[in-house]
Structures are given as C-alpha cells and as structure tokens.
C-alpha cells in the first residue's frame, strides 16, 4: 500500500471535525477522508448492537477507499466496537483515546470527572482505565444525552446548551473534581460553556490531541508517512446535511481547499 494512501477518521456526525483539526495540525501532508454518519446521529443513545453495526458498514466504506489507517473520531464506537473490529480489515485501527493518562498528570486530587454518551459511560471505559492505572483515584461520570443533538443542531451557545451544561456539570463542582475528560468528541464545540460552568481552575482535557499523537507514532514506526512535501488533501463525507456540516466545519478548520461530499452507506 501507498504511503500516499488516505487516513480515513470516523464518528457519528460533525464531533470527529474536532479530531481532524488536531490531526491536520500535526499531519498536514496526510490525505484524509472522513466520515460523519450525520443522517444517523446521535449513535449515543443507541443499543452496543447497532452502534456495532454501523461501524462495520462505515469501516467497510473506508476498505472500499483503500485506506492505510482508520482513526475512530467517536469515543463511542470505540468503548463499544474497536475489540470487534480489531483484525478484521487490513488497515490499522486507531481508537480515540481516553484522556485518562492526561487527566491523571494534570489532576492534583485525582478526582476525575468524565462526561460522555450514554453508551459510553455505560461500557465503563473510562472508569476501568482509571482503576487500572491508578486504583486510588476516583471518578465521576455523567452521561449528557442532550448535548449531541443540540451541538448537532448548531446550538453550541446560549440558553438551552447553558442549562443542560449547569444540570450535567454542577454536581461535579460540588464534589471537588479537579480535572474533567470530555469524553465525546463533539464536547469541545462547547467548551467556552462548559468552562464558565466549572470555573477557570478545572483542568479540561480534551483527548483530540492525544489521539492524532498515537496514530502519528504508528505512522512513524511503520515508515507509513505521506510525503511531507505535499500538503494532503481533505475529503469531508456525510450522509446527511453537508451545508450544515461544512458551517460547523469552518468554526474549527481552515475549511480552503477542503472538499464536502455527501454519502449515503445504506445503499
Ligand atoms: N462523538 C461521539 C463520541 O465521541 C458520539 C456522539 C453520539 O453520536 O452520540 O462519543
């Protein structure tokens, strides 16, 4: 395989654009592709069955794309699917990453607070991370089953993401967390509200970064690197409302050069 070959990257809708702009940053010679099942989101809410699903079909499309690597932009399909789909195609896998590892350096108390899907929260996989790299610590979940569909909808500010934000983050602030994993990568279109919440003294780590740091090692370790004398060219799939995701697009990346298509796996 090419080491020209496209990086493709995945979630549910617009959250994984958070992932890409940190991989654009540190990769800008890479090709990608990325696919937002924007026609299905939210996929938090769904059964561990479906999610599963969808993420073979989407896993499939990047098969069909001859991808070198495949990066889950969705902590989601990671907590339910990576093990499954491990092996099973003839590209890397490359899952979000926890930010636990983060989280812990950063913490003073250890104590961790994580908001994510219900899915999520619900598989546990942040809480067994933390219990396998330091037992003492404790943790807090919460899952905010409204912020998709809100942040989905371009509502990223003002009333209604403000009160579920209060709902979900306040008793965090009562119990002393000290540091906060955002745990769905759609979480950091809101931060500025999440932060007014918490107060400017709780760490707020966003695992995007950490995430396009593993698959860069892998890439390096594997001589797999695009040629750093291109600048890569972007692909941004979804199978539903391309307008609506290339404006929440553009409050993240420069969107230049960028090419939006619709995509539809179903057929
Ligand atoms: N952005 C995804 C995640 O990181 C999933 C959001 C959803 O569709 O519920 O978990």
């Known amino acids: 395989m090419s080491n020209n070959a496209p990086i493709g990257i995945f979630d ?64 989601t399909m990671t907590a339910l699917g990576l093990n499954q789909a491990k092996e099973k195609y003839p590209f890397q896998l490359i899952g979000m990453s926890t930010g636990v590892e983060q989280a812990l350096s950063r913490s003073v108390n250890k104590n961790i607070g994580v908001i994510a899907t219900q899915a999520t929260i619900a598989s546990g996989s942040h809480g067994n991370d933390i219990k396998n790299t330091a037992p003492k610590a404790r943790i807090f979940p919460q899952a905010c089953p409204k912020f998709v569909p809100l942040i989905e909808n371009e509502v990223i500010n003002g009333a209604e993401i403000s009160e579920s934000v209060c709902e979900y983050l306040t008793p965090m602030k009562d119990v002393g967390v000290d540091t906060l994993i955002l745990g769905c990568t759609h979480y950091p279109f809101i931060n500025e509200s999440i932060r007014s919440i918490v107060g400017p003294d709780v760490n707020i780590v966003n695992p995007a970064s950490d995430t396009a740091a593993a698959a860069y090692n892998v890439l390096v370790r594997k001589g797999q690197l695009a ?21 929440m697009a553009d409050l993240v990346m420069d969107t230049t050069n960028v090419e939006f298509e619709l995509v539809n796996l179903e057929v």
């Open 12 to 75: 549910s809708g617009i959250g994984g654009l958070t992932v890409v702009k940190e991989i654009r940053k540190i990769m800008p010679q890479e090709n990608l592709i990325y696919f937002g099942d924007t026609a299905r989101a939210p996929y938090g809410s769904r059964s561990p069955a479906q999610i599963i699903e969808f993420m073979h079909q989407i896993l499939k499309f990047f098969s069909e794309q001859n991808v070198k690597m495949a990066i889950f932009a969705c902590n």
């Open 227 to 247: 040629d750093d004398k291109q600048q890569g060219r972007v692909r941004l799939c979804f199978s539903a409302g391309v307008d609506k995701a290339k404006r």
